[in-house]
């Protein structure tokens, strides 16, 4: 017969101010485990959204980013010509031919000068991207000197509000709208005019070309024949192929460095937990010994203070995973060490996440706990009842 | 001496207890030395860089280029003591996760630009000789075993194909702080190649680097070279290297605050295990502390008693903790390569060490010692553990 799960937790609420600073330790470890997870998360979710599944990407051979690619007009005709890119209404082929630029910007609060991704898009730059909707103004006009700029730029940039100028590549440029790209990179962007750009910037050839496939299943067909053609000495990326690639020098980071941390941490918390709970064994050894001698089992004390231990870590849980849901609040903007630009993501909280900071909570208690457990299960009857 | 012996003996009587808790302590100050470290490695760059050195590089920003021809327009500037210019490459070696900078460099003027890079004069000789050589720092060398008369083949991003240089030296820093973790090759070299392969991009360099002879000039003689370039083709903006390293630093500074914000995390658990441990141990000993005030002792006293045994277990922990921070972050360093340029335990980095041991020792006793100090006697006397 178990010890109820009521003596556990009644042990745990009578020594309120032990208990809270244990569990308060265990929840600090859970937040950053959390949080870390959260970011990584985001991050990911970020520029995965940015593809999309049916678009393709066409950048210069091992180029790695747009910044650093280049291709052709001739290339670029190409690849538009490909019978695999679909035909939209009245006959345009799906294609955006690109040019992407970084230019520096002060940021709003800190006038801390930073990288922004300036893109210019060809006619199709925008029905490829269907997330994207203005927010506030208009989009550019083509072949003009207008452009627009993503939500996490009109927040944290001098000089991006509707009306006002940007001067880069020897000419003004005026803002004339505000696009929210659904949480995507291209919140960190700024939009204008593919032709204008190239001519701007005094560039010979695009970045990029983007393009939509009529059949997605055929881009196994239409990579190899790319790729092989002598002509070209390009890569052919599906869209969310790419840009899920941009993440990964960063998320490796984050994870890298978010993993040492929550086990060197951990040890922390579970050296605390230990402390409480071989305290809990020491001051019950009398309480111990007269529930022996009712007749529970050893098994039945082991289990009492193991659920004791994991009623810790899983205090510790909900406390810490609540601090790290509100950090969903908060908005993170950094240099991306791919693309050399600013880019903006949220703490994300994944059901994954979830469980996953669950059992690392009960893991910890469980650890913790193990040890005094295993001490109180082994005391002798009439020695523990004698210490009383 | 009585006061000491207690306070020891006190430490010592819950063994485990004390062990674990040091254990804690050992495990978040080391943490705690080894984030720190790797913040004050981020601005490791800005730290190295000398005031009389000026960056001039494209205004709109560092992905466009500037013309060759403003190398002489500069060195005309009134003020200005040498001028070279640097090229950002950004070749892979082997794996992209093998990063270390990579500089197209006019090889004269630049190294003569920065004396803080050793090189044997004889292999210098040599690199000049040879229009593929290249001069690698130590921790390259170190981290991809590399030797002088090595091939290193380097897959260009920015610049297509596989390039081949040839290691002719290595070179050393004047002192720890320097970054031995760059590249240098022949200027020449890149642009010989860009002639023939794409004309629009040869006799282009990506920074001209100017060194300014009275350090009191450098805002005056920083105006005048963008002035002169102002609205040309590619006007300039130049600032201190200084200013340029920390202009990457703050780019990313959001990272930079999380690990700092991270690190006082570890000192707030170690300090929740650290407390726990004190409340429990005076809760423990409540009727031997009555007993004490019985026979006359203050409560000052008694209070001390807590607090000289909480600051102790905190003293050995950091002592311990500290000592290791320097094997470990060695090891640290060893590990990641060239990722950080310079990755040394700063003496600022100990200090804090230690001011937040003590800290903890401090605040973890304030609680325990004042229940234990204002005690009446007969409660304490009756308490039950």
Redesign the interface.
């Known amino acids: 017969m178990p010890i109820p799960v009521a003596y556990s937790v009644r042990n745990l609420w009578a020594r309120k ?2 208990t809270a ?2 569990a ?2 265990m929840a ?2 859970v ?2 485990f959390t949080a870390v997870m959260m ?1 990584d998360a985001g991050l990911k979710k970020t520029l995965v959204a940015t593809g999309q599944p049916n678009n393709i990407l066409v950048t ?6 747009e ?2 690619s280049g291709v052709a007009r001739a290339q670029a005709a190409i690849i538009e010509s490909q019978p695999e890119i679909a035909i939209g209404p009245g006959g345009v082929r799906m294609a955006s031919k690109e040019v992407v ?4 910007q002060p940021k709003r609060n ?1 006038g ?4 922004v991704t300036v893109r210019g898009v060809g006619l199709q730059g925008l029905t490829l991207r269907p997330q994207i909707r203005v927010i506030s103004g208009r989009m550019f006009r083509p072949d003009s000197a207008e452009i627009a700029v993503g939500r996490s730029i009109a927040e944290r940039f001098n000089g991006t509000g509707i009306g006002e100028r940007l001067r ?3 000419r003004d440029w005026t803002v004339v709208g505000v696009f929210d790209a659904g949480g995507s990179a291209f919140d960190s962007e700024v939009w204008g005019d593919g032709e204008q750009m190239i001519q701007a ?2 560039r ?1 050839a695009f970045s990029s070309v983007a393009a939509r496939l009529a059949d997605p299943s055929r881009f196994d067909a239409l990579k190899p024949r790319l790729e092989s053609d002598p002509r070209l ?1 390009l890569d052919v990326k599906r869209e969310q192929t790419f840009y899920e690639e941009q993440s990964q ?1 960063m998320s490796n980071f984050i994870s890298y ?1 978010g993993l040492t ?1 929550s086990v ?2 951990s ?3 579970m ?2 937990a ?3 709970m ?2 809990a064994v020491a ?1 019950r050894t009398s309480e111990i010994g007269v529930l022996r001698a009712l007749g529970f089992r050893r098994g039945s004390i082991l289990a009492a203070f193991l659920v004791e231990a994991l009623f810790l870590g899983l205090a510790g849980w909900v406390v810490g995973l609540a601090l790290a849901s509100m950090m969903q609040l908060v908005q ?4 991306n ?1 791919q693309s ?1 630009s ?1 880019l903006a993501f949220r703490f994300t909280l994944t059901p994954e996440i979830v469980w996953k900071s669950l059992v690392f909570a009960l893991v910890m208690g469980l650890a913790g706990g193990f040890l005094p457990a295993i001490r109180a299960a082994r005391l002798k009857i009439v020695d523990a009842l004698r210490a009383a | 001496m009585q006061f000491l012996k207690l306070v020891l003996r006190n430490a010592l009587r819950h063994r485990l207890r004390t062990v674990l808790t040091l254990l804690g302590l050992v495990v978040a100050i080391l943490s705690f030395g080894l984030l720190q470290t790797v913040v004050s490695a981020w601005y490791a760059g800005a730290e190295g860089a000398a005031p009389t050195r000026l960056v001039t590089r494209n205004a709109i920003s560092l992905v466009f280029a500037l013309p060759l021809s403003y190398r002489d327009q500069i060195r005309a500037v009134d003020g200005v003591r040498a001028v070279s210019h640097a090229t950002w490459f950004a070749g892979i070696y082997q794996d992209p996760k093998n990063f270390f900078p990579q500089f197209a460099i006019e090889p004269r003027t630049y190294l003569a630009m920065y004396p803080e890079y050793l090189v044997a004069p004889q292999e210098f000789a040599a690199f000049l000789r040879d229009r593929k050589g290249a001069i690698i720092g130590r921790k390259i060398a170190g981290t991809y075993h590399l030797k002088v008369g090595d091939v290193l083949p380097l897959r260009g991003t920015i610049y297509p194909g596989t390039w081949e240089f040839t290691v002719r030296t290595i070179y050393d820093g004047v002192d720890a702080k320097t970054d031995t973790s760059q590249m240098f090759f022949h200027w020449e070299y890149l642009n010989e190649t860009m002639k023939k392969r794409s004309r629009s991009h040869a006799d282009q360099v990506g920074v001209y680097v100017v060194d300014v002879a009275d350090a009191d000039r450098v805002a005056e003689v920083s105006h005048a070279v963008d002035a002169l370039f102002k609205n040309s083709l590619a006007e300039t903006l130049t600032e201190t290297e200084r200013a340029f390293q920390i202009g990457f630093v703050k780019q990313t500074e959001a990272l930079v605050v999380a690990i700092q914000i991270v690190s006082y995390i570890v000192i707030v658990i170690i300090l929740a295990v650290m407390a726990n441990t004190m409340a429990m141990t005076a809760r423990e000993r409540l009727a031997e502390y009555a007993t004490l005030k019985v026979l006359g002792f203050s409560p000052v006293y008694i209070a001390a008693l807590i607090l000289g045994e909480s600051v102790a277990i905190a003293a050995i922990g950091a002592a311990i903790g500290i000592a290791l921070t320097f094997p470990v972050s060695d090891w640290f360093a060893a590990q990641v390569g060239t990722l950080f340029p310079v990755f040394k335990v700063s003496g600022e980095t100990v200090i804090l060490q230690v001011l937040c041991a003590l800290g903890v020792g401090v605040v973890a006793a304030i609680a325990p010692g004042r229940r234990a100090a204002t005690v009446k006697i007969a409660e304490g006397l009756r308490a039950i553990r």
């Open positions: 101010f032990t600073l244990t308060g330790g600090l470890v937040f950053v970011l210069r051979r091992s180029s790695g980013t910044i650093q630029v970084l230019i520096t800190t801390v000068p930073t990288n880069f590549g020897g910037f005094r010979t000495t020098v460095l941390l060197i941490f040890v922390g918390a050296i605390g230990m402390i409480t071989y305290a001051t993170i903007s950094t240099m060490w050399f600013e």
